[in-house]
């Protein structure tokens, strides 16, 4: 059925749009926080839970309780990681990254950030981050990515997730737009999706941390943008570092109004 919109009311719209937006960008960090140095410190033993390593094109799935961090640090070139998150207590609730975009006025999901799931509440937190250069936008590698490569061994982020759903008890209708860690992609003045290498380097690393319960699933493959995506990509090394109470004035959790609320709607759930 076609609803016929006066220009009045769409002018209308706009305005309470660009309210919004006036209000969300007002209230965004004016100076973004300091990358975070290079290479990762080395964590106390005490306060680590677990280590893995993810060979290259390979995936992982992991539980992870609320408060608990994932550090992860790729091991040489070529490793753009595809994450997945749903929640540990209901699966039908999983990361949203369009809402987690649209609500941060931001595609740029870095240190500082938050993301979302699609129920509006928080499920991941970026901590620590030496880059700043992920991308929210073009999803992983596929079948049809890797077969210009010529070689059929060549595994890809799709039908990786599709098996990590499986390991999970769920199906590919499951699956939503993926996050993909250490891809410095940017759109272009003119609406082009570029890669942009030099915002990446040796000793990169990242460190997520849990808003809830989770289930996460991770792929190891060279993203389809990469100009050396038909390398094999190095490992990945995950470290599960167990919780500590969160301080008040968190980064994370007073970067935003919409992150503000998005960790309201988590405490009145748990409530």
Known sequence: MHI???AEQIAADRQRYEEHQRIGLAFSPKTP???SPRPAPVPKAETVAMTHQV???????????????LRLVPQGPVSAVALAAWSAKDTSERMNLPDTVKLQWT???KKGRVVFSDMGRLMLSIVEDSAG??????GGSTPATVAQYGDPLMRNTRDNMVLAAAKL???RCDLMPLLNLFAPVRVTADGRFEWRGGMISDGDWVELRAEMDLVIALSNCPHPLDPKAGEVPASLE???IKAVPVPPDDLCRTATPEAQRGFENNAKSEG
């Open 107 to 109: 595609t740029e999901l």
């Open 33 to 35: 926080p300091t990358p």
């Open 169 to 171: 008890g769920l199906d």
């Open 4 to 6: 016929h919109r006066t």
């Open 55 to 69: 060979p290259g094109g390979w995936y992982t799935t992991l539980h992870v309780a609320k408060g608990e961090v």
């Open 238 to 240: 995950i470290t599960k």
């Open 133 to 138: 250069a992920h991308d929210a936008l073009t």
